[in-house]
């Protein structure tokens, strides 16, 4: 199954929408009737108490699971089952809580993994390497280098991911994810873990991947200020369902959001 | 007609009932500790030949006490040598130690007690006997001693399947098979839980070879037998007791089966050198189970979190 | 001092990517083939070439075909005997029914076919995992080994079940003593080490560590993981094919089944775990240690002038690979290729101690 290449999408315009999706494992219902959008060129924050549906959610978008009930929408055309496969084809990379590098391989190598959908060289050519594959890594490389200068990880390129400490980690799985291209880059609580200088780094980090590559970013995320500072706009979940959506500001005071933070019964 | 089928069947049965045993061994490990116990083979092994070298110069059952005391001693050398270095690795670094472990103790016991054929006379009836003579005209077939095996089999499994799930000490070992490090940060000590169910293992490894040794004299051969209990873990999923029973039936049965039914037809469909499907048959139908029902008739289902 | 690598910039991305970015090793390696060409034979007996030699290269590329599907995709295989096997009856086969073939075509159509077959067996490897696969291609093992020993057809109804081939020639130039049959070898090897460590070191080689470490994450990053695993199998059954064809004509002769029995495969399994998991350098060392432990086990009863018996050596045998599985596994899971490696980061600083 092909994954959808869709219609251009305009800045501004929606690129990813989900419509009344519901999931449920077994008896435990994990996401319950969602819908909201997510525009082009915006970084939109997912928040939420804890087991709120979030890292659902994004697995539902990323194709992880498939949701019982709803639809949704990415780069104007409707999917049904789709594979993890065939989202990262359309353009959907994604990160993780738990860190999700390839422990063997070095920092470069886990980014140039990041790089097979784009390269083309068929196994004959990578058989012999000397020549069109041989070109192609050197291409690869390059860009794989800018990532690497981007996130200021040169330090640590050939190191097997496996030593590095928990924040670098981190930073080179958004490389791996920078390094496919995506339009839509889903961050599983980047910053979970991370002192306040490596939280100030990987929020700046976030926001010139926004600025200068123009990607779309969706980011689950449990520090307010940091929520409130990068995204345009933010979706608010609890037990399962959508409780309120608008800018940082208009969230910050919605009564039901205060509510489900302070554990009010209702 | 009926009557030769029906004897292949039985016969296939008892011979089920004993691959069970050696499943057994391989189910308590691996429910307790996670590790799949690749050595279990050579365990059987292993006791078999220093029981039949025992008992050639004591009474039967002070050689038998004796083996248990070699196994619990083994026990304790995996343990301390092997387990205890590599807690925490990945399954599959386990797996290929226990590999290791495999091979040493195949060599290591044919070092000690020689690599002759022995015999193990356990004062079992060796004559076979025919039952349901009034049924089938001539009645059927069958070895006594493989009857008692099976009862022997079928105590150790009631014992065992009591033992896991009503004692304090079975509960502590699912939780090791579940996490090792939750397990001990709960306080329970990991040491002595995988010693105590080798210990375990290498009794029922023990019991194993003395029934097969009984049947098939003690050799080599013997730690083939044991990797055909992996169909039978395959089958019976490898955490379940009960599984291994019923896995070991099937499998018994199905390969007894096979020879006699299956192989004439193919025989002559290709012009082949004799029969012998029993040496594949067994993981053919694994792999065909692997392939539908991943988890085994009573094994659990394995979902992958991200 | 002498392993120092300053003043070796690397200018360019494919002098970093190199197979021996260092000077020093690509001198050594270079110097090691063009050794292993012309200087061995120069002083090399026949006991050199037919017990060490000649095994030990065979048995490398089986191992870097293991190697690939199990140390660098992560696949264990306990059918390796079985589609060594699959090489070598169809090389005879082949041979048999049109003689006049040239033995390079021979022994790519042994790696072709037991691709095929690895391909078939390996298609369970899209639901099964860990050792769940490895039960699985114990039955691709005990069939195959079963097929070759009762289908009369692919041993050409000899009554005896043994087969046996007659004279081997290239281009029509004789190979019949043990150097010429060693060179043979030898550049067949160096052909085949140069493709996988390309392949390895490409896209296909990040997939299938990719799939090893985390098939969750590499389904993520657009890796299909069908792809990924049959392509493992495709390649690594092509290499054991065409060992598994050298073996029978360039080192036996003659044989039965039997010499592709699922010991064969452990052995290739325990090469690869000594030498290195995930390694091309690891499949040599660990092949070379498996074929010089029983020749040095052979010798120890006169280096002691004690008598032991032949049986009492393999049982000697048994308990040492065993012994060193578990050795390597707890002290150093990367094997004797990591162990060099080491002694290579401490050459680098030599003689200073850190």
Same mark, same amino acid.
């Given at each position: ?266 | 007609?009926? %009557? ?291 988890? %085994? ?10 | ?37 012309? /200087? ?181 990053? /657009? ?52 030498? /290195?998991? /995930? ?76």
């Amino acid at each position: 199954m092909r994954a959808p290449h869709g219609a251009e999408i305009a800045a501004g315009d929606v690129l990813l929408a989900v419509e009344d999706v519901s999931l449920a494992f077994g008896g435990v219902k994990a996401v319950t009737g969602v819908s909201f959008d997510i525009r082009k060129g915006e970084i939109r924050a997912i928040i939420g108490p804890n087991g709120a549906g979030k890292t659902s959610m994004l697995n539902v978008i990323n194709g992880f699971y498939q949701p019982q009930r709803g639809r949704i929408t990415f780069k104007g055309k409707a999917r049904a089952q789709m594979r993890p496969y065939e989202a990262a084809l359309g353009g959907i990379a994604r990160t993780f809580q738990n860190v999700a590098l390839f422990k063997g391989m070095t920092a470069l190598d886990n980014i140039m993994a990041g790089r097979t959908l784009k390269m083309r060289r068929g196994f004959f050519w990578q058989l012999i390497r000397v020549g069109p594959a041989l070109t192609e890594e050197r291409e690869h490389r390059h860009r794989v280098e800018q990532i690497i200068d981007f996130l200021k990880i040169q330090h640590i390129r050939k190191i097997p991911v496996g030593k590095l400490p928990y924040g670098l980690q981190k930073r080179v799985e958004l490389g791996r994810a920078l390094a496919m291209e995506p339009d839509l880059l889903l961050l599983d609580e980047p910053m979970a873990g991370m002192n306040l200088e490596e939280k100030e780094d990987m929020s700046r980090f976030i926001l010139d991947v926004n600025d200068h590559y123009g990607t779309t970013i969706a980011l689950i995320e449990h520090d307010m200020g940091v929520v409130m500072d990068l995204s345009d706009r933010v979706l608010v979940l609890d037990h399962g369902v959508k409780i309120a959506d608008g800018t940082p500001a208009e969230v910050q005071a919605d009564q039901a959001v205060i509510d489900a933070y302070l554990g009010v019964s209702h | 007609m009926l %009557g030769p089928i029906l004897e292949t069947l039985i016969g296939g049965l008892l011979t089920g009932v004993l691959y069970s045993l050696v499943a057994l061994g391989f189910v308590l490990i691996f429910k307790a500790s996670g590790v799949f116990n690749f050595a279990q083979g050579a365990m059987v092994l292993f006791a078999a030949l220093s029981f039949a070298r025992l008992s050639e110069f004591m009474p039967l059952v002070i050689a038998f006490a004796l083996a248990v005391l070699i196994m619990i001693a083994l026990a304790y050398a995996i343990e301390f040598l092997v387990l205890r270095h590599l807690v925490n690795q990945d399954g599959i670094i386990l797996f290929m130690a226990t590999l290791g472990i495999a091979y040493f103790l195949e060599g290591f016991g044919e070092t000690i007690w020689g690599s002759d054929i022995y015999k193990i006379r356990l004062g079992l009836p060796q004559n076979p006997i025919f039952i349901l003579e009034s049924v089938f005209p001539g009645g059927l077939l069958i070895d006594p001693s493989e009857l008692i095996a099976a009862v022997i089999c079928a105590a150790m499994v009631v014992l065992l399947a009591i033992f896991f799930q009503v004692t304090r000490v079975g509960r502590a070992l699912r939780a090791v098979a579940d996490d090792h490090q939750a397990a001990q940060s709960v306080g329970i000590p990991l040491n002595k839980i995988w010693l105590m169910v080798w210990a375990v293992a290498g009794m029922v490894a023990l019991v194993a070879g003395m029934m097969w040794g009984a049947k098939l004299g003690v050799q080599f051969s013997l730690s083939l037998v044991a990797l055909k209990a992996l169909p039978v873990l395959i089958l019976g999923g490898f955490t379940s007791i009960p599984g291994a029973i019923v896995g070991g039936l099937i499998i018994g049965a199905g390969e007894k089966l096979a020879e006699v039914m299956l192989a004439p037809v193919l025989i002559k469909t290709f012009d082949l050198a004799g029969g012998g499907i029993e040496n594949w048959f067994a993981y053919v139908l694994a792999l065909l189970f692997l392939l539908f029902r991943p988890q %085994g008739l009573f094994g659990e289902r394995i979902i992958e979190r991200v | 001092m002498f392993y120092r690598e300053v003043g070796q910039f690397k200018a360019s991305y494919d002098a970093d990517q190199a197979i021996f970015p260092i000077a020093q090793d690509r001198w050594f390696v270079i110097g090691l083939v063009v050794f292993a060409f012309v /200087g061995v034979p120069l002083f090399a007996g026949q006991y050199l070439y037919t017990e060490v030699l000649i095994p030990v290269l065979i048995l490398s590329i089986a191992a870097i075909g293991l190697n690939i599907l199990t140390g660098y995709c992560g696949q264990v295989s306990l059918g390796t005997g079985g589609f060594m096997a699959v090489g070598a009856y169809a090389a005879y086969n082949l041979a048999l029914r049109l003689p006049e073939t040239n033995i390079i075509l021979v022994f790519l159509f042994a790696g072709v076919m037991a691709m095929l077959v690895g391909l078939l067996f390996g298609l369970p490897s899209l639901r099964i995992k860990g050792f769940y696969l490895a039960v699985a291609t114990l039955a691709a093992q005990f069939f195959l080994e079963w097929a070759f020993a009762r289908v009369k057809w692919f041993t050409n109804y000899a009554p005896s079940g043994s087969v046996a081939v007659s004279r081997i020639e290239l281009f029509g130039y004789p190979i019949d003593t043990p150097g010429k049959t060693y060179i043979l070898v030898l550049a067949i090897v160096v052909v085949l080490t140069l493709a996988a460590k390309n392949l390895v070191r490409g896209r296909l080689g990040r997939m299938w560590m990719a799939m090893r470490d985390m098939d969750i994450a590499a389904e993520i990053i /657009g890796i299909r993981p069908l792809h990924a695993k049959l392509s493992a199998f495709a390649v690594s059954s092509f290499y054991i094919g065409i060992a598994g064809a050298l073996w029978a004509f360039l080192r036996l002769g003659s044989w039965e089944p039997l010499a592709f029995d699922v010991n064969r495969s452990f052995q290739v399994l325990f090469m690869i775990i000594i030498g /290195g998991l /995930g390694t091309i350098l690891g499949s040599f060392l660990g092949a070379a240690f498996i074929v010089l432990v029983p020749i040095f086990l052979n010798q120890l009863p006169s280096w002691l002038g004690i008598p032991i018996s032949t049986a009492m050596i393999s049982h000697l045998e048994f308990m040492l690979f065993g012994a060193m599985i578990i050795f390597f596994l707890i002290v150093e899971p990367h094997g004797l290729a990591r162990l060099w490696a080491i002694a290579k980061e401490k050459l680098r600083l030599w003689p200073f101690p850190y």
